[in-house]
């Protein structure tokens, strides 16, 4: 529902509009902030007032019982390191009640202070693989993951998937472009995952990975949708720069794909045509800041 949402919910929030929105002397627009960051590194540094909940446990009733209420009108937006997790946890947010924009490119935008951003590094985005702008349309079909909870509620139904899926194990959350590359061609097409563009049409049409079929992210959940993706084969993910990519990432995990990985990135990472990559990407200009930020263990105060 959320990713259908009209005007009170954008997935992506750029790092500048996060620090004039919390600046403009009007804190009864503030979001609330948090950083899905790992403890440790939310103690190196953090997003003032930002409060931490791993993004692994932001289902749980603890995380959630720090954010109140559901469907309360409160606005949220996370941040992880460049942007990936962070998706991932907003979109399961989003899905909970919690109206959650991810910053961009993560606190590596935020900050350039090597200590504070705790490893995370601005992308470098050298791929320059084979793309095609052929059409290419599933025609099989296969049922969704069967997934059954003891609870009373749909809401509860969601909350126990999304539990399920930040909690396996074997969930990778992203594959790099390269990866991605040498999979497709390293003579075994039966190792191949199943790749999905969640890009716009028009720029699915501009260029796409080979083999990629398209589901906008916003239709990803459709009944129409699921029942072309397949449940035995792993599954990737990719949009402009990794954002969106994450966000439909978090959906298909809840709904039991957890076979899925979000390209690091996104299309930005396989090619160098600009044309194809249809958006701007990342600018050390205009993207990297030196934002003040907190340091210790002392949580930030929700709005």
């Known amino acids: 529902e959320g990713l259908n949402a009209d005007g009170a919910y954008t997935p992506v929030t750029k790092a500048q509009g996060l620090f004039d929105n919390l600046n403009d002397g009007d804190t009864s627009n503030d979001p609330a902030v948090i950083s899905v960051r790992s403890a440790e590194h939310y103690a190196l540094g953090h997003v003032p007032g930002a409060i931490n909940i791993p993004w692994k446990t932001v289902a749980d009733d603890a995380s959630l019982a720090l954010l109140g209420e559901p469907n309360s009108g409160k606005l949220f937006v996370d941040y992880c390191y460049t942007g990936h997790t962070g998706g991932i946890a907003a979109g ?77 194990a074997d969930m990778k959350p992203t594959i790099n472009a390269q990866e991605v590359f040498d999979n497709l061609n390293d003579g075994d097409t039966s190792n191949d995952p199943f790749i999905i ?25 459709k009944a129409e949708n699921l029942a072309l993706i397949p449940t035995d084969r792993d599954l990737v993910i990719y949009c402009y720069t990794g954002h969106t990519g994450a966000v439909a990432t978090a959906v298909l995990g809840t709904l039991g794909y957890h076979r899925v990985k979000n390209m690091k990135f996104g299309f930005a990472a396989y090619t160098q045509d600009a044309t194809a990559r249809a958006q701007s990407v990342f600018d050390p200009a205009t993207d990297a800041h030196d934002f003040p930020f907190v340091t210790g263990t002392e949580p930030g105060t929700m709005p």
């Not at 909970?96 to 900050?111: D, E, I, Q, R």
């Not at 139904?157 to 396996?168: D, G, S, V």
């Not at 049409?201 to 239709?219: Q, S």
């Open 92 to 168: 399961v947010l989003n899905l909970l009640g919690y109206p959650t924009a991810n910053m961009k490119y993560g606190f590596a935008s935020w900050t350039t202070d090597e200590t504070a951003r705790a490893g995370a590094v601005e992308p470098v985005l050298t791929g320059d693989f084979p793309i095609e702008t052929t059409i290419n349309t599933p025609t099989a079909t296969f049922d969704a993951p069967w997934m059954e909870y003891d609870v009373d509620t749909a809401w509860e139904a969601t909350q126990a998937a999304a539990q399920a899926y930040l909690a396996n």
């Open 197 to 221: 563009s969640v890009r716009a049409p028009a720029d699915y049409a501009f260029g796409h990975i080979p083999g990629a079929v398209n589901m906008p992210y916003k239709e990803i959940a």
